[in-house]
Each structure stands twice: as structure tokens, then as C-alpha cells.
């Protein structure tokens, strides 16, 4: 595909794809906001010999003071995880007999960080990090379409050559699993994205664009302050807690010649692909299509009262309280992981992840994101 198709495919994208440069005005006033981030003290230590699986970045994998438990082994997650919709009750958490955890800890297995466990009680931070996030799910709802709730079923991938019989049982597998739901509750994404698009003209193939978003967004003053705000402490608190993953994260983003999840913010302030809310969300067991040695960085506000609302890593057994106090998790993607069915918990849930299909550092990503760059409306 030539620059040239390209820049008409951007230009006959629908509105919802495109994007205005947020006002200087409003960056001023975010990051004035962000930066008393890093004025609230908290206790630090420095953990030796411990790492994020291959994040290149060795030496500040994690910069605050938590309870280190080193475990003696994990447990195998069933395969069929992967192709069936498995979904964690707390019937199913007393069956196999896990263990909650309320506390701020840092779980490893051989010197890998499985997860980090952070709550405000633990760092206030964590409080000042989330202090939008109730003004900013509305928007959610006003602005963006829910996420269907298939879209992460994995499909078994045929081979180049595969035979008839074999492309027909794979079809007949995705025609099975797109039904199948994957979450309950609502999930929104914005950012980057990368797919593919049927020819047209001679003018398909793989596209970079924006989450649809309705236009009207672009005008809405405090909706884009909560948004740039939230994410971008998300990230502040990634670079407060583990350096590693800010490190690696920006990198690659740079590398690629990353245009942003957000128009004209600066990398150093929020360079992670995409971002996500979710509302009263419970999700069945899966894998995120996030690049290894980084993190699925996940902040959470309380349920309602009454309610529960649990993070659950079923491979090292363990069930993480999001009930009693606002907590940031860190999780590789590679790992299982999903939140806990506990009904209608009115929970909000909110997530910075980079994949690695648009950090890859190829001379497509990179004409798209210089088209993208140039190219807001």
C-alpha cells in the first residue's frame, strides 16, 4: 500500500475515527494536577533480584515498600481456558480453595513478578490518581460504543497451506466462539488500534486509526480533562512504583514513532496504546494480547457498599479485595487473570495496555503514525 492510499483512507474515515488536538489550556491544567502526584511521600525500598519476565530493564523493577512473598510453585491452569469462556464465582473460589488477599504485596515465582498489589492505605496516590474517575464513566457511556462481549475470543489460526477439512473446522470454531460472551457488565476502549480492512479500489489492508468516539467529545472540555488526567496519572503511578515497566513501555513507544493514545500529549506523560473502562465488569479467564515484560496496569474505585468486587490470578491461586480500599494492580499480560462474578457491584475499573501490533517497529506503523500526526481534524 503507497502513502498515497493511505492518506485517502484517512481522509475517508467517518467522523468518530478522527480526532482534534486537545487545547493547550487543558494539558496545562492536567499535568499541573499530575505532578502533585509525585509530592505525596510514601515509603520506599529498592527489591534486588527480582524482575518482570523480558523487560530488557533490569535494576528498578519495583520502588515501594511491600510485603515480598516468593512463592514455591504454581498451579496449571486448565487449557480450555483458552477456548471456553471460564468465569470465577466465589463458590468457585471456595471450591478450589484460593486465599484473599487485602493487603499491598508484590507475589513472584523464581525471582519473576507475577503481580503488585498496591492500595491507598498503602500510598494515598492512589487516591489522588483516582479522584475522576466517577466524572469520567458517564462520558463513557455518553461517548463510546460498549465493546461487544466477545472480543477477546481467541481463534485456533490455520497454517498457510492448511487443507479444506482443516479451514472448515477452523471456521466452524469461530462461528462457535464469537457467541460465546466473554465478560458481563459494560467495557469501553480508547487509543490506537490496528486492524484490517476488506480492498476496496486497491486501497484495503491494515489500518491504523482511533477507537470510534462520538465527535462531540472532541468539544467537551472536562470530559477530555478527566480523560488525559486519569490515564496519565495511571502512568504516573507506573513510573512512582515500577520504573521497569515505565521505562520499557516508553521506549518502545519512541522506537515506533508512536503518534499517542491521545492527540499532541507527550509520550513522557502517556504512551501506552490504548486505554480501557469497565463498569460492574466480571470477565472469564483469559490472556491479554499485551507485549511480555510489560504490565497490565489496572486501577480500580470502590463497589458499592455492600457489594464486592475481586481481581483473581488463578495460577498462583490467590484473590485480590477491591472492596475495601481503592488498589492499582500490575499484572503481566501473559498471565491468566480475570474479575470475579459478584453481580451488579456498580464497580469502575480502568486499564493503560500497550500491544504490540502498533509498537512493532516496521516502516508500515511508522508511515501511519506520520500520517496520523499531521493528519487531526
Given at each position: ?6 492518506r ?59 510485603p ?34 487485602d493487603?499491598s ?18 500510598d ?40 479444506k ?98 492527540p ?8 501506552a496504546?490504548g ?5 460492574n ?41 477491591l ?13 491468566p ?21 502498533l509498537?512493532?517497529?516496521t516502516?508500515l ?13
Amino acid at each position: 500500500m503507497t502513502l498515497e492510499h493511505m492518506r485517502k483512507l484517512f481522509a475517508g474515515l467517518a467522523d468518530d475515527r478522527k480526532r482534534k488536538k486537545i487545547s493547550p489550556s487543558i494539558l496545562k491544567r492536567v499535568f499541573n494536577e499530575v505532578d502533585k502526584i509525585s509530592r505525596i511521600q510514601y515509603k520506599k525500598k529498592e527489591y534486588k533480584d527480582i524482575y518482570w519476565g523480558e523487560n530488557p530493564n533490569r535494576g528498578e523493577s519495583l520502588i515501594i515498600d511491600l510485603p515480598h512473598i516468593e512463592l514455591e510453585n504454581i498451579s496449571p491452569v486448565p487449557e480450555d481456558f483458552i477456548n471456553t469462556a471460564v468465569f470465577y464465582d466465589e463458590k468457585k473460589i471456595k471450591q478450589q480453595k484460593m486465599k484473599y488477599v487485602d493487603e499491598s504485596c508484590v507475589i513472584t515465582y523464581k525471582g519473576e513478578i507475577m503481580i503488585v498489589y498496591i492500595t491507598e492505605k498503602t500510598d494515598k496516590a492512589i487516591s489522588k490518581a483516582t479522584e475522576r474517575i466517577e466524572a469520567l464513566v458517564p462520558k463513557f457511556v455518553e461517548y463510546y460504543p460498549v465493546k461487544q462481549d466477545t472480543f477477546y475470543t481467541p481463534f485456533k489460526l490455520t497454517k498457510s497451506n492448511a487443507s479444506k477439512k482443516e479451514k472448515d473446522e477452523a471456521n466452524k470454531f469461530k462461528r462457535e466462539n464469537l457467541a460465546t460472551a466473554r465478560y458481563t457488565g459494560k467495557n469501553w476502549m480508547d487509543g490506537m488500534i490496528r486492524y484490517f480492512q476488506g480492498m476496496k479500489n486497491k486501497q484495503g489492508g491494515t489500518m491504523i486509526t482511533y477507537q470510534p468516539r462520538k465527535p462531540e467529545a472532541d468539544d467537551d472540555d472536562d470530559f477530555l480533562f478527566d480523560l488525559v488526567y486519569t490515564y496519565s496519572a495511571l502512568y504516573e503511578l507506573e513510573k512512582r512504583y515500577t520504573p521497569d515497566i515505565a521505562k520499557y513501555r516508553l521506549e518502545l513507544a519512541k522506537k515506533a514513532e508512536y503518534v499517542g493514545a491521545f492527540p499532541n500529549v507527550p509520550l513522557e506523560r502517556h504512551c501506552a496504546t490504548g486505554v480501557g473502562a469497565s463498569l460492574n465488569f466480571a470477565s472469564a479467564i483469559h490472556n491479554d494480547s499485551g507485549i511480555s515484560g510489560l504490565s497490565e496496569t489496572i486501577i480500580w474505585n470502590l463497589p458499592e457498599e455492600g457489594k464486592k468486587q475481586y481481581f483473581i490470578s488463578p495460577t498462583i491461586k490467590l484473590v485480590f479485595d477491591l472492596t475495601k480500599h481503592k488498589a492499582i494492580i500490575f499484572q503481566p499480560p501473559k498471565i491468566p487473570h480475570s474479575t470475579v462474578s459478584t453481580g451488579d457491584h456498580q464497580g469502575i475499573g480502568l486499564v493503560n495496555i500497550s500491544k504490540a501490533n502498533l509498537l512493532a517497529d516496521t516502516d508500515l506503523n511508522k508511515k501511519w503514525f506520520s500520517i496520523w500526526r499531521g493528519s487531526f481534524r
